[in-house]
């Protein structure tokens, strides 16, 4: 086994059994649920957007080990970014999951979810691993739900560096 793998089940088991970020903001100004049907994943995720910065974040749902493990590592990367810097990290872990991106020669800011890079090769894992991004970026843009049902990257075009 090698190290990315055996680091890839340490920290799923982890943030599996001990979710980071469980729950939901009270007074939440942004939120999204997101449904990834093939595999029964189904989270709630809330925030409060403060002068442009991911003040507080959490989730709550219910999903398989790699959702809830993507959830929690998503959530906590993403607490104290702004919402540009959040969004560019939904385009890169997108990107690695699917197989765009290779973060070992690209830079990028995916810091320890690069333990996500080997589900690009479980296309069945790749929804349940890219719904909490996902849901995520429809909760910034104000889209209350998102579905991963039919087409395999339900997010149209990068937005990225656009405006
Ligand atoms: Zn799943």
Redesign the pocket.
């Known amino acids: 086994m090698s190290d990315m793998r055996q680091l890839y089940q340490e920290v799923i088991l982890d943030h599996n059994r001990k979710p980071r970020n469980w729950g939901a903001i009270a007074d939440a100004n942004r939120h999204a649920e997101g449904h990834?049907p093939l595999?029964g994943?189904h989270i709630k995720l809330s925030m409060n957007v403060l002068n442009d910065k991911i003040d507080a974040i959490a989730f709550e749902g219910h999903?398989?080990a790699?959702?809830k493990a993507s959830s929690s590592m998503m959530t906590s990367a993403v607490k104290g970014k702004t919402v540009r810097e959040a969004e560019m990290m939904v385009e890169e872990f997108r990107g690695m999951t699917t197989g765009t991106l290779n973060p070992e020669t690209r830079e990028n800011h995916l810091g320890r979810l690069k333990v996500f890079a080997g589900v690009k090769d479980l296309p069945s894992r790749v929804k349940?691993a890219i719904l909490p991004w996902h849901t995520l970026h429809a909760a910034l843009t104000s889209v209350v739900s998102v579905s991963t049902e039919g087409e395999a990257d339900p997010i149209p075009g990068s937005e990225i560096g656009g405006q």
Do not use: A, E, K, Q
């Open positions: 990834n595999c994943d999903g398989c790699i959702c349940c």
